[in-house]
Each structure stands twice: as C-alpha cells, then as structure tokens.
C-alpha cells in the first residue's frame, strides 16, 4: 500500500514537472514575450501570421481547437482582435481561457497606453478608446507587460513561478538597453508620416514628431485628396515614411515622390517563431529608418 | 498507524502543560519585554508601509502618456493568487474554479461600459425589381409559408426596409452568457434569436437554450447580415422555412480535444418549422357558408368538423451535426459538415371553399452536407480573399394524405382516391443545394456568383385532380434553378452596399430576372463573426 501510494505521488509529482503551460498568443510579437518569459516550461502557439493586419482578421476553426487545449491566452487587448478573438474564445469551450479568468491575459492592461479615451465615434474612423493598441512598438512596455505576464504564468504554475519572474527582469533588462543604445543614436529626429496609427510608441520613444497619416482616418485607405492635403502642408520639410508589410504602398510612393522623402515598408511583427533579438531587430530596422 | 498515535499523544501532553503552568513574576516581566518589543517592530512596519503609499502615489499621479520606465518593481504587478494553484490545469472534469478574478485585476481593457449588455443594432433596406411575378419552385410552394407575414426574409419589389435588428449580449454570470437579437419593424418586434450559452462546462462541452438558428449545415445559423448576397440560397429557405431551422429548444455540443477541429452536437427542438417539422395540431375546421334558403332568403350556415390531425406535444424535432476542418496553415481553410434531424411531426391542411378539406399527417427526415472554403493571403481589406461554399440538403416526408368533403354540417367524409387506402400513403422526396464563391477583386470590393438548385430529386403529390378526377396522385417534377451574381463594396467592416442580379428558371417553364440594392450596416458593439 505504500509503496503503491509513493509511486502515486512520485508519478503524480513527474506529471506535474513535465506539463507545460499551454499559451495562446494572438500575434507573433506577443508570441515571442510569452516565450521570452516563459522559457522552456511552456509551449507557444501563435494564431494569427506576422503578414496579417491584426484588425482584420477572422475567426477560423483552427483558432478554436488551439485555444480549446490552452492554459493561457495572451492577446495585445484594446480591441486590437475584437474582429476575431471574441468568436473565436465562443467557439473554444474552453472555459479556462475566457475573459475574467487567469487564462484570459491581455497585455494591454497591464501597461499605460497612449490616446486613451476620444469619442467612441466611428464617424472617426476605426477608432480605439481604450487606447492606441500597438504598444509592442514600445520595448519598455512589453517589459512591463513581461512582469504582469510572469505573475500570471506563475499563478497558473507555481513551481516555476521564480523563473518566470527571473525571465522577465532577464527581458526587461535587454531592452532597457536596447532603448538606452536607440536613444543614444537618435539625436533631432526628423518627422515622420506613418500609415496608420501603429508606429506611435516608437515615435513617442525617440521623441520624433509625427507629421501626419496615410490614413485620412483609422481603417480608412488613403484618398487622393488627403493624400494632396499631406502634400501641400508638408512641403518643403523634411521627413521620412512608415509602413507596414500588409499597407499598400501606393500612397507613400506618391508622398515620397512629391515630398522628395524616403518611404520604407518595414514589418511590424516577427517571424511566427521570432526570438526576442528577432524582435529587438525588428524594432531597429524602424529606428535605423527614422535616423538614416 | 504508529505516527498517529505518537501525534495523539502528543496533543494529550501539550494540553496537559498549558493547563498545569502557573505564571511566575519572571514569566510575566519577560512578556512584557516581549510584547514592548513586538510594538516597537509593529511601528517600523507602519512607517515602511507609508513610504511604500506615498511612493506609488506619486507614481500613479503622472500622466497616463508620461515616458515612464517600467524599472524594478518591488511589488508583485498583480495580486498573488488567491487560491494556490498548482501547475496548469490539465484535468479537463477540473476546470478553473468558476468564480471571477477580483475585481480590478480581470485584465481586459474594453470600451463597454462595466455592466451593460454590448449593444448592437443593424439596418438592412433593400431595392428590388422583378422582371416577372414568379410563383415558388414548383413542388416546394407547399408547406413554406405564404404573406411572409411580420418579419420575412422574402424580398419584395419597391423599396423595403427588411429589418432594424437589435442586439444585446453579455455575460448574465460566471456560468453563462446571453444573447437577445430582435427584429423590428413598423409593425411589430419578433425575437429572431435569443439564447443563453454556458460558459463554465468543462471537456469542451457547451449547452444552448433558448430561440436560436439551428447548428445544421453551415449557413442555417447566418444572420442576413452575414449573407454575401442580398436573399439567402433558396436551400435554406424551402427545405427548412423562411427564416431556415429557426427553433426554441436546447443544444448540446462538443468540440473534441484534437489537433483539428471536431464538433459534434445535438438539438432538441420544439418543431415549428414549415419546411421540416410544419405543425397544426388538432381542432375542428370550420366554414362558414351563406347560400340561398329554401325561400331563397340568404341562410347562413356554420359547417363544423374535426380535422382529424394528432396533437403531439413538444419537443418534435431531434438534429444532430459534425463538423470537421483541418488545421490548413494561415492561408486556407476549409470545414466539412454533415447534419441530419427527425420529426415527429409534419402535418399540413388545406382548406378549400367548396367545402373540401385535405390535410397531410406524418413525420419527416433529412440529412445535409455541407463545405466550406476559404483562402486569404492577408491583403488589405479583403483584397484577393476567396470564399467557397456549398450546400446540399435531402428531404422526405412521410404522411398520409385525406381529402375530405361536408357531407353534413358535421361530417367529413373521405373523397377519392384517400377513401382508397393504398393511395392515402405519399412520400415525399426532395432536395435542394446551392454553390457560391465570392472573390475580393479589390480592396473593400468583393463579387461572387450563386447556384441554386431544388428538386433534383423532386417526387411530389399533387393537389389538383388527374384525368380521372383523382386527387392527391404523384406527380414527379423536375429542378428549377435561379443564377446569382452580385458585387458588394464594403466601406468599413461596419457597412456594406451591394447589388445583384439573378435569372430564375423554374421547372414550370416560368423564368425571369430579379434586380436587387442592398444596404446594411451595423451601428454599436459589433460582435466578432464566427467561422
């Protein structure tokens, strides 16, 4: 009988350390901090590719029978997947991952976004009041949201609670660096014209003042119209042009040649299994934009 | 055995102490040293504890936009667990407890406000004009509701507004969710949905009750607003009803824990639907007459008879459905779906005014398949985006026919040939598919086209009488098919205007065109579409 009992246990116990946490991310960026914190004792599933813009995706059953085994699902928030995650968490069964539950972790609260509030007008375009969704252009944030992460994923798995937390201050210390040596090269940064509201955090990072958008509003391409209203207010100075893999480039080709500036298509997320140098890469090839 | 007998003991002798220790003046100075020195810690405690708020307050007073440095928090970012979990939960029978995480740390950042249900309301007018008035498909005007009374997804001609449909949904408790969805015209409110959903069962198992658009098939559970052209397949419309397997009943389903995705579910439902479970109930038929008395005065006469149908309570319809998709990367995806259902139900009546009256009394099957695929390459706004999809349903309905005449004011007596036992037995057969696929040529702009088929298999008893002035004989027709295309431009994912055009062919040797405008647009909380 006891003997029977301690192998229980034992086995019990070896169950117990082999288990990895199951994490979700919605995107890859989010992806890679799930793996940056939670290291060899969970393992990631990413379900939407870096190609894709976030806002537009949709639910596909393949979503609903990864979050159907997870443990944890970790999504950007601020309405970033309203198109796709809440059907898709409907669809789960799975109760451990629905919103209000430990397995239910939005990075966005868990750390200060900016252009927070606004009228809850879509006459305003695809707007977002609970603030600018794409924080992940913000190293320092995501080390925050490391942190809540690490708390989480140590309340879920205990034992492992210390590494979690050692993880993430290993994350947070990289890319206090990384910004520190950033800042360091960014001396009178010139304006910026990004496409879409996306690119704000590193903007506000490098102190860069941000000249205007693509977008006439959130969501809304660009018109010819608003396109000569950009032409007519910024000529003469100087700037460089943002976008992302998945805009069209159209209208910063037109901008770029009126202007005279450069345009640059950068991706704005990883690789589906990027590292976290993948990220800090990421993020430099829009520094290295920005600076020349 | 031994360890708890040395613990018991154990206890005796402790107690025993307590009890048998006097206090000495030593004893007592030294507590009070102690008790001076415990204050003294208590004190530094305090002071450190109001460092610490000063602290945090001061952080929390900067601006929301400031460049604050995450640093080395001291504190934990969230509160410890309030109950030790250990290790994920695995256990599929040991979900997370049920109760909420505190307040304040649920983690979710929306703009709803904290306690409302997520409102939603959409708007869907349409244009339409007919080239020709053409009658339903021939073998399929009967049992599908006629007047599309109140709420209808028929199209009519001239300018409608189809529905102001207003949504509510949120969670009632840690258990379950609720949706209300109803529709509103200037007449009258119909609930076109409305069901609670659990949230909280464990093994991937989930129970829904309430009005809802039946899982069967793959566009039954679709709201017009999810339709990608402006009328629905004639599929949904006359092998189910107007508003498709719409039923008040319960859910059960189960999504398998595999790599890919299995659900499996089934429906017990009340059976209302006039294509698959049309039900009448008992009662008496009445007619009233006013003919020419014996002195030619006008005599009104009240004419008065059971109908002869049986009176089945609820639940009369029973489905089931699986669907299955393979995990096919980011760029396609693709889901099979196999339904089928029973009823125990199907009558119909029909009452003429000679005086005649024919009712049709059985039960009912179907089975359906269905297929789903979609391409996207994540171009902006739709652009290049494919979806597939088809749809094949097979119907039978088995019931025995009576055609009966007033022989007195209460009396039906049988008429031929159902006074002919052999001939009072019809099975019906029937079937219906569509096929569509709608392109994304162009940012915000997509096209398709549409095929819609009925009565392949189209074995049908007719009404009317035959040469030999029989009635209720077989009559074998054939398919009538209507061709689709329509353009759609979607401005936001909130609005879209479309416009489609469709050539009608029907067995009876009746075509025509149909030219339909469509706008729909949804206003508030607008929910996430399913797969």
Redesign the interface.
């Known amino acids: 009988m006891k003997k029977f009992l301690a192998g229980l246990i034992l086995t019990l116990i070896s169950i117990?350390a082999v288990?990895?946490?199951?994490v979700v991310a919605t995107v890859p960026n989010m992806g890679m901090l799930a793996r940056a914190v939670g290291g060899d004792a969970v393992s990631v599933t990413v379900l939407?590719?870096p190609?894709?813009?976030a806002h537009?995706l949709?639910?596909?059953?393949?979503m609903?029978?990864a979050l159907?085994?997870a443990?944890i699902v970790v999504a950007v928030?601020?309405?970033l997947e309203?198109?796709?995650?809440?059907?898709?968490l409907?669809?789960?069964?799975?109760?451990?991952v629905?919103?209000?539950?430990?397995?239910?972790?939005?990075g966005?609260?868990?750390t200060?976004?900016?252009q927070?509030g606004g009228a809850?007008d879509?006459a305003q375009g695809?707007v977002?009041?609970?603030?600018n969704p794409h924080y992940y252009f913000d190293p320092?944030?995501m080390?925050?949201i490391g942190?809540?992460l690490a708390?989480?994923l140590g309340?879920?798995?205990?034992?492992n609670a210390d590494q979690y937390r050692a993880n993430a201050?290993e994350f947070?210390q990289q890319a206090?660096d990384q910004v520190a040596e950033w800042k360091s090269r960014v001396d009178d940064p010139p304006g910026v014209v990004f496409y879409h509201k996306d690119a704000d955090y590193l903007a506000?990072?490098l102190d860069a003042d941000i000249l205007g958008y693509l977008e006439p509003l959130p969501?809304?391409?660009p018109t010819a119209s608003h396109l000569r209203e950009l032409v007519g207010s910024l000529r003469g100075t100087d700037g460089v042009i943002l976008y992302t893999d998945?805009?069209?480039s159209s209208g910063a080709d037109f901008l770029a040649r009126e202007l005279g500036w450069s345009a640059h298509q950068l991706p704005n997320q990883i690789a589906i299994d990027g590292s976290v140098d993948d990220y800090f890469s990421m993020i430099e090839r829009w520094v290295e934009a920005i600076v020349r | 055995m031994k360890s708890v007998m040395l613990l018991a003991l154990g206890g005796v002798l402790m107690a025993g102490i307590a009890v048998a220790d006097e206090p000495t003046l030593g004893d007592l100075l030294r507590k009070i040293e102690a008790l001076e020195e415990r204050d003294q810690q208590r004190q530094e405690q305090i002071d450190r504890l109001e460092r610490e708020l000063a602290a945090e307050r001061e952080t929390e007073e900067r601006p929301?936009?400031?460049?604050?440095?995450?640093g080395?928090?001291t504190e934990?970012?969230?509160r410890?667990?309030a109950t030790?979990?250990?290790?994920?939960?695995?256990d599929p029978l040991d979900?997370?407890p049920?109760r909420?995480?505190a307040a304040g740390s649920?983690?979710?950042?929306?703009?709803g406000t904290a306690f409302n249900p997520a409102i939603s309301v959409i708007l869907d007018g349409t244009y339409a004009h007919f080239s020709d008035d053409l009658d339903d498909p021939p073998g399929f005007d009967f049992g599908h509701g006629h007047g599309h009374g109140g709420h209808g997804h028929g199209i009519e001609e001239g300018l409608n507004l189809r529905e102001a449909e207003l949504t509510l949904s949120g969670?009632v408790d840690?258990y379950f969710?609720m949706m209300v969805m109803a529709a509103i015209s200037d007449s009258n409110i119909e609930l076109e949905e409305a069901f609670i959903?659990t949230?909280?069962?464990?093994a991937?198992?989930?129970i829904k009750a309430g009005k809802f658009f039946s899982d069967v098939g793959y566009i039954n559970k679709q709201h017009i607003h999810d339709w990608q052209f402006v009328d629905q397949p004639w599929m949904r419309e006359l092998m189910f009803g107007d508003e498709g397997l719409n039923e008040v009943g319960v859910q059960a389903?189960?999504?398998l824990?595999?790599?890919?995705?299995?659900r499996l579910g089934f429906e017990v439902l009340e059976g209302t639907s006039s294509g698959i479970a049309n039900f009448e109930g008992d009662g008496r038929h009445e007619l009233v007459t006013v003919l020419p008395g014996d002195d030619n005065e006008p005599q009104r006469n009240r004419w008065r008879a059971d109908k002869n149908l049986t009176d089945t309570n609820g639940p009369r319809l029973f489905t089931g459905f699986a669907?299955w998709?393979p995990?096919?990367g980011?760029d396609h995806?693709i889901?099979l779906g196999a339904s089928g259902g029973y009823s125990r139900v199907w009558q119909n009546e029909t009452g003429h005014s000679s005086g005649r009256l024919e009712t049709w009394d059985g039960d009912s099957r179907f089975v359906g398949a269905d297929l789903v695929y979609?391409y996207?390459r994540?171009?902006?706004?739709?652009h290049g985006n494919f979806v597939l999809q088809a749809e094949y349903v097979y119907r039978e309905l088995d019931v025995e026919y009576q055609s009966r005449q007033f022989s007195d004011f209460s009396t039906l007596a049988l008429t031929g040939p159902s006074d002919d036992p052999d001939q009072r037995d019809q099975r019906w057969k029937q079937d219906a598919f569509y096929l569509q696929g709608v392109y994304g040529f162009a940012?915000?702009w997509n096209a398709g086209l549409r095929m819609d088929g009925v009565g392949l298999t189209n074995r049908t008893f007719d009404d009317g009488t035959d040469d030999l002035g029989r009635r209720g004989m077989r009559g074998d027709l054939g398919a009538s098919w209507r061709y689709s295309s329509q353009v759609t431009f979607a401005?936001?994912?909130?609005s879209r205007l479309r416009g489609q055009v469709s050539y009608i062919d029907l067995d009876d040797g009746h075509d025509g065109w149909q030219f339909m405008l469509q706008y729909n647009m949804s206003l508030g909380v607008?929910?996430?579409?399913?797969?």
């Open positions: 117990q288990a990895e946490v199951r939407a590719p190609d894709r813009d537009y949709e639910a596909r059953p393949s609903m029978s159907r085994r443990d928030g601020a309405e309203v198109g796709w995650l809440p059907a898709a409907q669809g789960a069964h799975n109760p451990r629905q919103p209000g539950r430990s397995g239910y972790f939005e966005a609260a868990h200060s976004l900016i927070v809850a879509r695809d977002h009041p609970a603030g320092e944030r080390a925050e942190y809540a708390s989480r309340e879920l798995d205990s034992d201050e947070a206090e506000k990072l969501g809304i391409p998945f805009q069209s | 929301a936009e400031s460049e604050e440095r995450p080395e928090p934990q970012p969230e410890p667990p030790a979990t250990t290790g994920p939960q695995t979900p997370t049920a909420m995480r649920t983690g979710e950042v929306t703009s969670s840690p969710d959903t949230r909280a069962l464990p991937g198992t989930q389903s189960w999504l824990p595999t790599d890919t995705y299995t669907k998709a995990d096919l980011f995806a889901q979609k996207g994540g171009g902006l706004m739709g940012p915000r401005p936001t994912e909130f607008h929910g996430a579409h399913a797969f």
